[in-house]
């Protein structure tokens, strides 16, 4: 988490002093991506998720836009679901649907700061399995929250797009179980990283 508030203070300091005009009116099209492997005790994660991003700026402030993508993760050890043993291996994918609005920031010639406000909906597929069988549950899940985020200008029609970070509220139904979750959360699950094309 210190590492990521570093990074945000270099983020910071490179930008020039002065804004830089841009075009407005201008649709983009992108994505991002993100993967991690993550071991924690018992816990084995991976996960990795591949979202298309479409939008359109009509201001150098403001900006609406939609992901529309596919994301997967596998626990051996699922420690967060109460009707799962720990023995057992989790398999969760699904389809995400995420609009959202984006209020652009420290603007300069380099980089731009900014927040994107949506919500998110997702529905999938569980598998839980051990050697002997294999369970399948449907999954639906929902977000509504803050992603900041930073985008780096390689030219006048491509950005490097990064994301970090969630606040807000968070909704899993898996099987008969309901999980709510509420707060920050800076987690690497959490960043993703993309290109973004203007035109």
């Known amino acids: 988490m210190k590492k990521i508030f570093f990074c945000i203070l270099l983020i910071c300091a490179a930008l020039p002093l002065s804004v830089k005009a841009q075009e407005t009116n201008k649709f983009w099209l992108g994505g991002n991506f993100g993967y991690i492997v993550k071991k924690q005790n018992d816990l084995n994660l991976t996960s990795y998720k591949i979202l298309p991003e479409f939008g359109y700026a009509w201001s150098n402030q403001w900006a609406v836009g939609i992901s529309i993508g596919y994301v997967h993760s596998e626990a051996s050890s699922p420690y967060f679901y109460d009707f799962l043993p720990s023995s057992y291996r989790l398999a969760t994918q699904g389809i ?100 973004n094309i203007s035109f």
Not at 105 to 127: C, H, P, R, Y
């Open 96 to 195: 995400v649907i995420a609009p959202f609005i984006r209020f652009s920031f420290l603007q300069g010639g380099l980089a731009k700061l900014f927040v994107d406000g949506g919500i998110a909906f997702s529905n999938g597929e569980v598998k839980v399995s051990n050697p002997m069988n294999e369970t399948s549950y449907d999954s639906q899940s929902s977000e509504l929250g803050l992603r900041p985020g930073v985008a780096f200008n390689v030219s006048k029609h491509i950005a490097i797009i990064g994301k970090f970070g969630f606040l807000g509220m968070q909704y899993q139904k898996i099987h008969n179980e309901e999980y709510y979750t509420f707060g920050l959360d800076f987690d690497m699950t959490q960043l993703q990283i993309g290109v």
